[in-house]
């Protein structure tokens, strides 16, 4: 790797630093769903054992619809890392080495979008918005209280921003839409074969 030009060292760099990025990531988004589901049987195990007041189903919206807008923001910053590699830094690699396979891993995965939709947001949605309205369901006939209501209010609106917010996602997701994401530049193959220079894009717009 030492005779590379140092334009594709620097290729290579960020995408190493990028798969680093999606891999904590990645492992942030397993944390917090394992936290959601033990707080989801925490609370279940008290108001089934009649250890606590119904009413303490109103946590869960909040918890839940909380956690999961975390999820949805990693989720977001590792598709975009994805397109990133995928539709930047990969041509630029195969560019500079004239093997369209470097960096290519993922693009010779058959990804098919719906079996990414029910691998992805069908778990998500058993997890996050649909336990919120369960929730939110059963307590409405045990709320006693101006406190009990603002909390019920509260925890609906919540879980509206998570639903919202998850719809977009889903579109991105479906349609295969790039939010702030831009074609690579054309590199010139005889000026980065010759001195080993070249521009390389700024990857702005990807939050990782």
Not at 31 to 38: G, L, M
Not at 63 to 92: C, E, F, H, N, W
Not at 147 to 172: E, N, R
């Amino acid at each position: 790797m030492s005779d590379d030009p140092p334009a594709l060292k620097v290729i290579l760099s960020e995408f190493q630093t990028i798969r680093t990025a999606m891999d904590r990531k990645a492992t942030s988004v397993l944390t917090i769903v394992s936290f959601n589901a033990t707080v989801i049987a925490a609370v279940l195990g008290l108001v089934l054992s009649k250890k606590a007041d119904l009413r303490l189903l109103l946590v869960l919206p909040f918890v839940s619809s909380g956690l999961g807008l975390m999820v949805l923001d990693l989720d977001r910053d590792i598709m975009l890392a994805r397109a990133y590699i995928k539709d930047t830094l990969q041509p630029l690699a195969a560019e500079y080495t004239q093997d369209d396979r470097v960096l290519g891993y993922a693009n010779s995965i058959p990804r098919s979008r719906l079996m990414i939709f029910a691998a992805q947001m069908i778990p998500f949605a058993l997890l996050f918005p649909i336990v919120s309205l369960i929730a939110l369901i059963v307590v409405i006939g045990h709320l006693n209280s101006a406190a009990d209501w603002s909390a019920w209010c509260l925890g609906l609106i919540l879980l509206l921003v998570l639903v919202a917010v998850g719809s977009t996602f889903i579109w991105q997701l479906i349609s295969g839409h790039k939010t702030h994401h831009h074609a690579p530049p054309q590199l010139s193959t005889e000026r980065s074969a010759a001195d080993g220079t070249g521009s390389l894009p700024d990857p702005s717009g990807l939050t990782l």
